[in-house]
């Protein structure tokens, strides 16, 4: 079985983790949930990974400076999965570190600053490349007018790679970075799916489709699957 690491810690319009003891306040315009209400969401999870909040990572070891050391405060979410220890098809765990209760109503079409800074590892990329990296999901309900009967999807965004590994990277903007997809039959419908990702743009353009507008459900960061 092979493990693939992932550190982050995010701070954005909908996520905001640095809520370890000690750790700063968000950034201005942030929107920060109580720290009772995150967690792994446990109806997300498959096989047995990890997702926590600890102190650091600080380093790698020759590291100095604001790259070594977690961007926000003392903390940050450590996130683990394993690429073949199920039984499932495929045999990947998964994981969502997020809150359920504090976001759930808030218009999607009011997202206007996401993303987080992450502390990739050389060892990471060499068991899965550049793109093995945490996401940022979303679960909505997208309210089409062409899918009225669509009332859940998952909206992933998935990142750059990361452009420094063994430190803290700079912050990874996900609304104007890396792509956005759908899940499900609102994937379908707007054309925003995994075979042909959108942009942030792009994606709440598809989601603006003339009829109500569409409402989160969850935030979280996860991996896997």
């Known amino acids: 079985m092979k493990r693939t690491l992932a550190l982050a810690v995010t701070t954005l319009a909908a996520i905001a983790v640095s ?3 000690g750790s700063a306040a968000p950034a201005p315009g942030v929107t920060q949930g109580g720290p009772d209400h995150w967690g792994v969401i446990t109806r997300n999870t498959i096989g047995s990974p990890v997702a926590a909040l600890r102190n650091g990572p600080f380093g790698s070891f020759g590291v100095t400076g604001r790259a070594a050391r977690p961007p926000y405060g003392t903390g940050s979410l450590g996130i683990e999965v394993a690429d073949n220890s199920t039984s499932l098809t495929p045999p990947s765990e998964k994981v969502d570190f997020g809150n ?3 976001f759930y109503g808030d218009p999607v079409l009011g997202l206007t600053r996401v993303g987080f800074h992450v502390f990739q590892t050389g060892e990471n990329t ?3 490349g550049p793109g093995n990296m945490p996401n940022i999901r979303f679960e909505i309900n997208p309210r089409l007018t062409a899918a009225p009967g669509t009332t859940y999807s998952s909206m992933v965004w998935a ?3 990361s452009p420094v590994t063994d430190r ?3 912050y990874l903007d996900a609304t104007t970075s890396g792509t956005w997809f759908l899940t499900g039959n609102a994937g379908t419908v707007t054309g925003c799916n995994q075979s042909t990702p959108c942009t942030f743009p792009q994606l709440k353009t598809a989601l603006n489709d003339g009829g109500q507008a569409p409402t989160i459900y969850t935030a979280a960061v996860g991996k896997g699957r």
Do not use: F, I, L, Q
Request: a negative charge; aromatic letters at 6%; zero cysteines.
């Open 19 to 21: 809520t370890v003891p």
């Open 100 to 102: 359920e209760v504090d």
């Open 126 to 128: 060499t068991h899965g």
């Open 159 to 161: 990142p750059p790679a």
């Open 168 to 170: 803290w990277s700079p």
